[in-house]
């Protein structure tokens, strides 16, 4: 099957969301242009002037028209989570939530449409992609009993307990106001200078300058609702409950090279590779997982207080159990329709879902909806058709900024005896929902529970579930973010904090910054938790991953026609990388060039092989693009005489992970594409350091 073109854009499609505004909701309707109000136009590129030369025209309301309208194209973009990719897809529920909860969407066989937005924190609408940050991963459930928003990150820990605080974390780890400069990171004074004042933030850091802070791509990232939230079950019996969702590719990163190059060379590196693999027909999967702890009254669960967001329940305490699929497998139609005017909401919540006391989730409950009705012009975005319910919706709610709506009747008011005292209310047992009668109580305070002190010992537990591989990766990120800040102060007070969580981390730091470690009194008694670390036990699916092939016309495109079965029946995307575009061809074959050296970094494939028949090919780019795959303990391979491309590149054939074969068959591609789902050669990583 030849190869699907890969495109800037996805062609137009007809959203079936539209439907649901009450009118057409179409875009364009009709093959004629036309003003906003329908009038049909002979020309919108000469405006009207008295005469060729002379000024232009008041009465010109064609240009008036398109050029206030196009004054006022730009919305105000959220203050974070700014930057974001969207994409369209299906929920299916395996059925096996009842006993937690009524939630409709979790029974058996229900498939839910969703919208899902991912999204780093504190970059600008057009910052770069794979900077270090926390990336969002908000999902809209569109379910048969309203919208449910689960609004979640891809670290399951937040740097502040009580949300009264959010608007500090976000000014430090925002560009210093005076030049507005770091964008979109946290390598800068404020920041840390936040955090070591605040040391409840230690555990969320050490993922943040874990390899989680640089995803390799939407598809190979974990997804955390982060708070614990209270199911309800059909009988009314509640449990305790924190979200997380498993991509089924796997969790993966890029390394900080590779993040550094992309942010410069292709910004928009997570957002493309999500639309190039949905266009190839790679969905992007993950499963739903539940930890379901007993309701109590204390809301704590083996010694770990529930209701602080800085910590987890490890996986070994309480088991993530599956309870259904979503796949991605829609591109919008329109970003600006769809992904910038979706507005989530930790409050759009569906019966059999509650919330906690958390603080942290306390706060979100009034900011976003406060939030959007500045963002989106008024409190009439539910009607957008990104955000419309699936269901009937009778709400009373009337008038506004921007109604799109023509309500009927006089009595928008219960109970009413004049609009036959409809809509009606509804009973628990009918759908409605019904809050549990949970008892509140205490005297008004601003203070924290005694159990939310601990902010060292969950960090000290993220360490050491470390590998050797992922601990030296945290290690220079803290040196490289630290080297980034001025006052020695602020590198001094982080290391105090670093030396709670652990004396080689800290020491190994101090080193890097040239300064004195201090001591400190890391928890011993941490158990560490294998499902912390994300280097995988055994080769993961492959599809979606970008699998290059260097390639001259005179080379074998067999071979290549071959490689192509097999990883495409896999759902990966194989490229041809040659040194000029169009095709490469031999007698009667073609095969067609995705990348010629020019426009190809090493940072889009998983993996490069060079094709058997381009012996005595040598290009700096290609040299360069084959050195970063090595450095960056990437899979490399040749058949043939490719061979040759590799050793005059200067890459060590005898390295690990290097894939050699005299011809594309069975053997060589197995080893390929196991190498691919196993993400990076770690065995490389010494001998690359050592260079
Ligand atoms: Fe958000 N957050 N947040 N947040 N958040 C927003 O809402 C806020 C927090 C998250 O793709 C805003 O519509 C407060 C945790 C995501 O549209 C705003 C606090 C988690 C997105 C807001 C938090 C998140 C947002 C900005 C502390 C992970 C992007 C625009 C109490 C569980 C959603 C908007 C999208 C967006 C407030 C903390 C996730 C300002 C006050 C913890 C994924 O309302």
Redesign the pocket.
């Given at each position: 099957m030849p190869p699907k073109r890969q495109r800037e854009q996805s062609a137009p499609a007809k959203d079936e969301s539209n439907a649901r505004t009450g009118r057409s909701g179409e875009g364009q309707r009709g093959n004629h242009l036309t003003t906003a109000q329908g009038v049909r136009l002979p020309d919108t590129d000469h405006s009207l002037k008295a005469g060729p030369r002379g000024p232009s025209l008041m009465e010109d309301f064609h240009l008036r028209e398109k050029i206030t309208h196009f004054d006022h194209e730009r919305i105000p973009e959220?203050?974070?989570?700014a930057r974001?990719a969207?994409a369209h897809g299906t929920f299916r529920a395996y059925g096996n939530a009842a006993s937690v909860t009524k939630a409709g969407f979790l029974e058996k066989g229900r498939e839910t449409p969703v919208f899902v937005?991912f999204?780093t924190?504190l970059g600008s609408r057009g910052s770069a992609d794979t900077v270090r940050d926390v990336r969002?991963?908000?999902v809209k459930f569109y379910t048969a009993e309203g919208n449910f928003d689960l609004?979640?990150?891809n670290m399951p820990v937040?740097f502040?307990q009580d949300?009264i605080k959010?608007p500090d974390v976000i000014h430090a780890g925002k560009p210093h106001p005076d030049r507005e400069i770091p964008q979109a990171q946290t390598a800068h004074d404020t920041f840390w200078d936040f955090v070591s004042l605040h040391t409840e933030a230690t555990h969320h850091v050490m993922w943040a300058m874990s390899d989680r802070g640089i995803p390799r791509s939407y598809r190979t990232m974990e997804g955390?609702?982060?708070?614990t939230f209270r199911l309800v079950n059909a009988e009314g019996a509640t449990s305790l409950v924190k979200f997380h969702w498993k991509p089924v590719a796997g969790v993966h990163s890029l390394v900080w090279e590779e993040a550094q190059i992309a942010a410069g060379a292709d910004p928009d590196f997570h957002r493309r590779d999500m639309a190039d693999g949905i266009d190839a027909g790679a969905p992007l999967e993950y499963e739903l997982g539940l930890q379901v702890m007993p309701d109590s009254d204390d809301e704590m669960f083996e010694g770990i207080d529930l209701l602080d967001?800085t910590k987890i329940v490890p996986e070994e305490l309480a088991e993530v159990q599956l309870v259904g699929k979503l796949t991605l497998d829609r591109n919008p139609t329109n970003y600006f329709a769809e992904t910038e005017q979706?507005?989530?909401?930790t409050g759009n919540l569906v019966p059999g879902i509650e919330v906690t006391d958390d603080p942290?989730?306390q706060?979100?409950l009034?900011?976003?909806l406060?939030?959007?009705l500045t963002?989106l012009g008024g409190p009439n975005f539910t009607q957008l058709p990104i955000n419309c319910p699936h269901v009937a919706v009778n709400d009373n709610l009337r008038d506004g900024m921007h109604q799109t709506l023509i309500h009927h009747g006089q009595a928008p008011y219960l109970p009413n005896s004049v609009d036959d005292a409809l809509p009606t209310a509804t009973t628990e047992a009918e759908g409605a929902y019904v809050h549990r009668p949970i008892e509140v109580g205490g005297p008004k305070v601003r203070a924290n529970p005694v159990s939310f002190d601990d902010h060292f010992s969950q960090a000290t537990l993220f360490w050491k579930s470390m590998s050797r591989i992922e601990k030296i990766h945290l290690i220079e990120a803290f040196t490289f973010e630290l080297g980034k800040c001025f006052a020695q102060s602020i590198q001094e007070r982080v290391l105090e904090s670093l030396a709670q969580v652990d004396a080689e981390l800290c020491a190994a730091v101090a080193e890097g910054l040239g300064l004195a470690a201090p001591l400190g009194t890391p928890a011993e008694d941490v158990t560490p938790s294998s499902a912390l670390s994300q280097i995988p036990a055994g080769p993961g699916p492959i599809a979606g991953r970008i699998i290059g092939v260097v390639a001259t016309s005179g080379a074998d495109l067999g071979g290549i026609g071959k490689l192509r079965r097999t990883v495409e029946a896999q759902g990966a995307i194989l490229r041809v990388l040659a040194p000029v575009g169009g095709t490469v061809k031999r007698g009667r074959g073609q095969q067609p060039v995705a990348r010629t050296f020019l426009t190809a970094r090493s940072i889009e494939f998983d993996a490069v092989v060079v094709a058997g028949g381009t012996a005595g090919l040598h290009d700096i780019k290609l040299t360069i693009l084959l050195q970063e795959m090595f450095r960056h303990c990437k899979v490399i391979g040749a058949w043939g005489d490719g061979r040759q491309v590799l050793t005059d590149a200067g890459i060590d054939v005898d390295a690990p992970g290097i894939v050699l074969a005299d011809e594309v068959a069975k053997p060589f591609s197995a080893e390929l594409v196991s190498s691919v789902g196993l993400h990076r050669v770690w065995e490389r990583a010494e001998r690359v350091m050592n260079d």
């Open positions: 959220r203050v974070v989570h974001g969207a937005r999204s924190v969002g991963f908000a609004v979640g990150n937040f502040i949300g959010f955390f609702g982060v708070h967001p979706v507005a989530f909401h942290l989730m706060a979100r009034f900011s976003y406060d939030t959007q963002r």
